[in-house]
């Protein structure tokens, strides 16, 4: 029993082809390379190298098997075994396993990419991705949940006790920001605020590109998920209107009671539900095929609340590929006759593929990406674009270790504005009546908004580990060699 394993867990590994090298020259025989099969693979072998260890050391003492055994459960080094079968992972992960015989551990990378909390008293312990379910299912109050820290595992032995111990040494931290962003749910305290800061970081953009106009301006938001940034968004304009009119009423003299109720009538934000969404779908995790008939079905508008002079200001959380704006969503709020549509992404330009659970490994499927690439073309720099994809397949031939973003240079060339005025021309359907921008977060605005998630890689190219850049060339050269395969 003290041989037997099970592994579940959040996580995606970069170098699951030299993993599966190191099993063969162990004497391993593994079905494939998936990293699931990695995971099982390394931390059993070592598991197994335990076990022998010990039957060796207690069957030279005379000891009967069932003594071997109970031996066994006693002294088996979980922490030894783990430090032993992860120190060649490169990638994110939380991943929990148990052990036949009643052990059972969680363990979290070097750099913290992604989350992992646990909560423990006489009773239980708990382990899970997000703090918010833990509080709801056991109704416990924030400062009981723990957090793993990164390069750390939780061990939970058969006898009920309870060790939280370093298996790798910790990297920088590096814990992820579109969990912050896009994927965790709003509902932990920290989220839900930094959400409403990503809103509010955005209101200087928005405002100038309406022109102050209030009056003729209405904010809304899509999917469901965007609601929180809304609401920092939404805060940050009435502020903005507050300070406005403060600054009037100081710089007025002698004012009469005509003109104060003349400025404190000025506009506030229209606000306005204008596009319901009737099924819990997530489109972003929907197979292209079936995202464009999905949008059509589950989005509805609302009509009579927007006017021919009305500018239009969506948030969505995230602007990944465009496909659902491009084919659906903007033909579908021209129905409703407004002059301009502003498309507002509380996420910066999603620009590099994220290979640590996340799962965005196709270069070519980024709308950032193809604004890049269309202006590399149209302003001469195609030449570079071969340079690249000669520099990527040269990184490939080099060890790991060694192993260089080489399609930052891309995005070298332009500047975010460009990128995003590039992407709001792509995304614009055809016969649009309505102006059509895009407005992206800034870097600046995601760092302030979440500073202690400083995991940043699919906006800066800045990846935590060195498989993260070989993954982020090789979707590179897969999209010059026009190859649909994924990237690791």
């Known amino acids: 029993m003290t041989r037997n394993l099970a592994i579940a867990g959040n996580f995606n590994l970069t170098n699951n082809n030299e993993l599966f090298d190191m099993l063969v ?33 207690y069957r030279k003492e005379g000891l009967t098997r069932a003594e071997i055994t109970k031996r066994i459960i006693e002294e088996l080094d979980v922490y030894r075994v783990l430090r032993k079968a992860t120190r060649s992972f490169d990638g994110g992960y939380v991943m929990a396993g148990m052990i036949g015989h009643g052990d059972l551990f969680a363990l979290r990378d070097p750099g913290g990419i992604r989350p992992g909390f646990y909560y423990q008293d006489d009773e239980v312990v708990v382990i899970a991705s997000e703090r918010p379910q833990i ?3 056991l109704n416990v109050p924030i400062e009981s949940v723990k957090e793993i820290k990164p390069g750390h595992a939780l061990v939970v032995k058969r006898n009920g006790e309870v060790l939280h111990e370093q298996v790798n040494e910790p990297a920088k931290p590096t814990q992820c920001s579109f969990e912050r962003i896009y994927f965790s749910r709003g509902t932990d305290r920290d989220i839900y605020q930094e959400r409403k800061d990503l809103g509010r970081s955005l209101v200087r953009s928005v405002l100038k590109a309406v022109d102050y106009d209030l009056k003729n301006t209405v904010f809304t938001f899509i999917p469901n998920t965007a609601e929180t940034a809304f609401f920092g968004m939404v805060e940050g304009v009435r502020e903005q209107s507050e300070e406005r009119l403060k600054s009037k009423l100081l710089k007025e003299k002698n004012l009469s009671a005509a003109r104060i109720e003349e400025l404190l009538s000025s506009p506030q934000p229209r606000v306005e539900k204008i596009m319901t969404k009737d099924a819990k779908l997530r489109t972003f995790i929907t197979t292209d095929a079936d995202r464009k008939d999905l949008v059509a079905q589950i989005y509805d508008v609302t009509y009579g609340v927007i006017k021919p002079t009305d500018t239009l200001v969506v948030l969505d959380d995230s602007i990944v590929r465009g496909t659902t704006l491009r084919s659906s969503i903007l033909r579908i709020l021209d129905r409703l006759g407004m002059k301009k549509i502003i498309v507002v992404s509380s996420a910066p330009q999603i620009r590099y593929p994220d290979c640590y659970g996340i799962d965005m490994s196709k270069m070519k499927d980024f709308i950032a990406f193809e604004a890049a690439v269309e202006l590399a073309r149209e302003r001469g720099h195609e030449p570079l674009l071969q340079e690249i994809y000669e520099d990527c397949l040269a990184n490939e031939k080099k060890p790991r270790a060694e192993a260089k973003n080489q399609v930052i240079r891309l995005f070298d060339l332009f500047t975010p504005q460009e990128v995003s005025d590039k992407i709001s021309e792509i995304l614009t359907p055809p016969e649009m009546k309505a102006e059509v921008q895009i407005i992206y977060q800034g870097i600046g605005g995601l760092r302030k908004a979440c500073p202690n998630h400083t995991g940043d890689w699919y906006f800066t190219g800045n990846y935590p580990t060195p498989g993260g850049h070989r993954v982020a060339n090789r979707s590179f050269i897969n999209f010059m060699e026009k190859s649909n395969a994924r990237a690791y």
């Open 25 to 57: 020259e162990l004497g391993q025989h593994p079905r494939n390379t998936a990293d699931t099969v990695m995971v099982l693979e390394k931390i059993g072998h070592f598991l197994d190298e335990a076990n022998d260890f010990l039957f060796r050391k």
């Open 135 to 137: 509080q709801t299912a």
